[in-house]
């Protein structure tokens, strides 16, 4: 767990949002630099792989818009020693690929890293078809998989730089778009958070006595946005950040969550398997009350990636609203 | 037989390779040992008998033994898309020494953990885009590994193999060959009744492949036809025509063999048609 800073820190000048397929670019390019093992495919979309592309073009594969196919090549070039790194919009690569993701790359356990970008509800405006608030439900079914969803641009490249080279099945979730930045961990340490920053654990990005609101994704700037407005309603907000959502850091969030009477998770995602079904299991048996936000079934509107978090409930307002209406409700 | 993990690459090289037989030898002891295994318990009999002497041919002609590693990367493989055919892929492997023991244990579909498996496959589909990637994966290290896949006819109806189609075209991959049990016949009847194929060699011509077709029981034709394939560049295809079931008159040609346990008597004829005398037991290296 990495941790700590003080409340309500003095405001500091907003960096602009950035892309996450722009930070993990040259992390891909270091990776196949590297290792000569390390193989990188697409299917029409090379944004992620400018670094390869200019670096070495040889070790990039463009499969085309097939990503049945793309998965299975991925998996043939992992049984023939090679370290797939393979990219491509979420919502085809979980959806379409997924019986080659099962049983190609995941039951024998391949090292082959799939990179989803625009999982959950990136794509905003260009509708259904192209969202994916399912991909953490789908990924969590599989054997083997580990499972990311990083904050924002600096937290993907991180989440990058830990699984490469590719070990066995791993998922990252990536933005379609860029993303708000999230402010790195500073300040004394919160008395639960001893470790230093690590990918695979919880990031204690902001303390408070009140309630803790756990979030992964894009969901976690639109956490310390609600945890800085429940200041002012007076309600002191803890913030963590779980970008692993599997292998799950739940002795690390009992920690955090030990003497709080209200945890909040908040997710991108539809319910199986992603954060509030893992908080949920983690804190069990905890005094305490827990609320989940998440994505449910209702057909989305026609609207930008922001719209619709607050659509579904698991926007800043959406997180504000459940804190106040729960802390004020204590035991009922 | 391990079947919870990969195969350990240390542990395949003290099997030595007998001298391969000749093919009709060879398909001729894995026939028999499908049916003895159809007599125990209810297996995808028409589809196994179909490509053994395909794969028969495979092995002892086309694909090269590569010693002193047979696990290293740039080997010669042999993907079974078509993984309903298992025992007939057990079969032909157990006759050539890879495999040994009782082999009527091993899963109806091929999986991780067994010799001579390149890849768990059994949903339709998979095998040939795995093999566009070990192609490839052959061509990165320098190697001239060739990878053969074996599909089937009706298989052909799933749309990932014509993804992996245009694949293995556009990247030029003249180490791929595939086979096509072209038996006409699938799970519910004739191929060109249920979703047609035909013209199809000009659709894999289409696609910018090289055709060959060649008697699928013909172990020397499916070999010179496969060694011509394998020579030019590109892709190539070889359309094997076969009868599913063949080898044992009351089984060919008929769906309703896609599937199915022979009893006392029909064991006993199929055996008598093979020339293989009676009954016996099915465990251990027949």
């Known amino acids: ?93 979980v959806r379409r690929a997924y019986e080659q993701i099962r049983l190609d790359i995941c039951l024998p356990g391949l090292p082959v890293v799939l990179l989803g970008v625009g999982g959950g509800l990136g794509y905003g405006h260009l509708g259904p078809t192209h969202h994916a608030p399912d991909d953490i439900a789908l990924m969590s079914a599989l054997p083997n998989m580990r499972i990311y969803c990083p904050s924002d641009a600096q937290d993907a490249a991180d989440v990058l730089r830990g699984v490469l080279p590719p070990a066995g099945p791993c998922y990252i979730r990536l933005a379609a778009r860029p993303d708000p930045v999230v402010p790195a961990p500073h300040g004394a340490a919160d008395t639960a958070a001893p470790v230093p920053r690590d990918p695979d654990g919880v990031r204690l990005l902001r303390t408070g006595a009140d309630a803790l609101v756990v979030a992964t994704g894009r969901c976690v700037a639109e956490a310390l946005t609600a945890a800085e407005a429940l200041a002012d309603d007076g309600v002191q907000t803890a913030v963590a950040a779980v970008s692993c959502l599997r292998p799950f850091p739940a002795t690390e969030l009992r920690a955090l969550a030990a003497g709080r009477p209200l945890v909040v998770s908040v997710c991108e995602a539809l319910e199986t398997g992603a954060l509030a079904q893992q908080t949920e299991a983690a804190l069990t048996d905890r005094p305490g009350r827990l609320v989940r936000l998440e994505v449910d079934h209702r057909y989305p509107p026609v609207a930008s990636h922001e719209e619709l978090l607050r659509f579904y409930g698991v926007d800043s307002a959406g997180i504000r609203s459940a804190v106040l209406h729960h802390h004020s409700n204590k035991g009922s | 037989m391990p079947l919870d993990r990969l195969v350990d690459p240390a542990e395949r090289h003290d099997i030595a390779r007998p001298e391969p037989p000749d093919a009709a030898a060879l398909a001729l002891g894995a026939r028999e040992r499908v049916l003895r295994l159809a007599h125990d318990k209810p297996l995808h009999l028409g589809a196994a008998l179909s490509m053994i002497d395909v794969l028969a041919a495979l092995h002892v002609a086309v694909l090269r033994p590569a010693p002193p590693s047979p696990d290293g990367p740039d080997r010669d493989r042999l993907v079974l898309s078509k993984g309903h055919g298992a025992y007939g892929l057990y079969a032909v492997l157990a006759e050539l020494g890879v495999l040994q023991g009782d082999i009527g244990a091993l899963p109806g579909h091929p999986c991780d953990g067994i010799p001579g498996v390149e890849a768990a496959t059994g949903a339709l589909g998979h095998g040939l885009s795995l093999a566009c990637g070990m192609a490839l994966g052959a061509r990165m290290s320098g190697g001239d590994g060739r990878v053969a896949v074996v599909t089937g006819d009706g298989e052909l109806n799933e749309g990932s193999n014509w993804e992996a189609a245009q694949f293995a075209a556009h990247h030029g991959l003249d180490n791929l060959l595939v086979v ?70 009351f089984l060919e040609d008929d769906p309703a063999w896609h599937m199915g346990q ?14 293989s005398g009676a009954p016996r037991d099915t465990g251990g290296a027949a």
Not at chain 1, 72 to 88: C, E, H, Q, T, Y
Not at chain 2, 262 to 275: H, I, K, T, V, Y
């Open chain 1, 1 to 93: 767990m990495t941790a700590a800073p003080a409340s309500a820190s003095a405001a500091a000048p907003v960096p602009a949002p950035a892309s996450m397929r722009a930070s993990c670019a040259p992390v891909i390019g270091e990776a196949v630099e590297n290792d000569p093992r390390v193989v990188t495919l697409g299917a029409d979309g090379q944004a992620l792989f400018t670094s390869v592309l200019r670096r070495r073009p040889d070790r990039y594969v463009e499969v085309g818009i097939a990503e049945a196919n793309l998965v299975g090549v991925a998996a043939g070039l992992a049984r023939s020693g090679r370290l797939p790194v393979v990219g491509a919009m979420a919502p085809f690569l």
């Open chain 2, 180 to 249: 096509v049990d072209r038996n006409g016949l699938q799970q519910e009847g004739r191929t060109e009744e249920i979703a047609a194929l035909e013209p199809l060699g000009d659709k894999w011509r289409a696609f910018g492949w090289h055709v060959g077709e060649a008697d699928g029981h013909d172990a020397a034709a499916v070999s010179a036809a496969a060694h011509r394939l394998l020579e030019r560049p590109g892709p190539g295809v070889l359309i094997a025509r076969t009868v599913k079931g063949r080898g044992v008159s």
């Open chain 2, 262 to 275: 022979l009893d006392d008597d029909q064991l006993r004829a199929a055996l008598a048609e093979l020339g």
